[in-house]
């Protein structure tokens, strides 16, 4: 079993749509959690980091987190063309040098 | 403008070849971490350095090799050694422990 479970997708949607992405981790030791975002050739760009359970909006971006059932969201409000993507899940190791666990990452495709 | 510098964007290597790929950034970021990254896989981390003059293996180490003799450096040599380069190559830095990774955009290595 992998640490970290990634739906890859591809999950396609119109625009406007609310998107929903998700990951489930099986170690509690990690306590921090964070959503980038990659563009096809390019680095992963951050776009989400909490700690606790509960969410964080940013704009159009909500981050839910759920220590407890070990499982993270991501929900994109109005989604446009531009956020097709690959979104990555990570979770932060801190017994580890602060090792970053990732998902597979999502493909996400969005249609004008 | 402050950021994480990779170069070169794409790399070919030879067979019996050792190339080194560059990461600097000036962000003035303790600690510096390499990743690999493959078609529908999360990053693996190859290394990881919290401070100048140490680093640690990460997960997939083995036919790697770098060093960290300036804060804002962290060069990775892909050795002869490693029998599967072709991948994806990603430098992330990091603040302080309670700040999230920040990523390069990443050098493709090929091999010819």
């Known amino acids: 079993q992998k640490e970290v479970e990634q739906d890859p997708g591809p999950l396609s949607v119109p625009e406007g749509a609310i998107v929903s992405l998700n990951c489930t981790y099986s170690n509690s030791a990690f306590q921090y959690f964070m959503w980038y975002r990659q563009y096809s050739r390019k680095g992963p760009e951050l776009l989400m980091y909490?700690?606790?359970?509960g969410n964080k909006e940013d704009g159009r971006f909500t981050a839910q987190v759920d220590k407890s059932s070990k499982y993270i969201s991501l929900f994109i409000r109005d989604s446009q063309p531009s956020d097709s993507a690959t979104y990555l899940c990570a979770m932060r190791w801190l017994e580890y040098g602060n090792k970053l666990v990732f998902g597979a990452g999502t493909i996400l495709r969005v249609k004008s | 403008d402050g950021g994480i510098t990779q170069s070169p964007k794409y790399l070919f290597r030879k067979e019996g070849q050792n190339v080194t790929l560059s990461c600097e950034q000036n962000l003035n970021h303790d600690a510096m971490y390499w990743y690999r990254q493959d078609p529908g896989q999360g990053l693996r981390l190859i290394y990881y350095s919290q401070i100048v003059n140490d680093f640690q293996k990460g997960d997939i180490a083995e036919g790697y090799s770098v060093s960290r003799e300036k804060k804002e450096s962290f060069p990775l040599t892909v050795t002869s050694a490693q029998k599967n380069p072709t991948a994806f190559y990603l430098c992330?830095?990091?603040?302080?422990?309670?700040?999230?990774?920040?990523f390069g955009d990443g050098t493709r290595l090929s091999i010819l």
């Open positions: 909490t700690y606790s359970s």
């Open positions: 992330a830095s990091r603040a302080s422990s309670n700040q999230p990774q920040h």
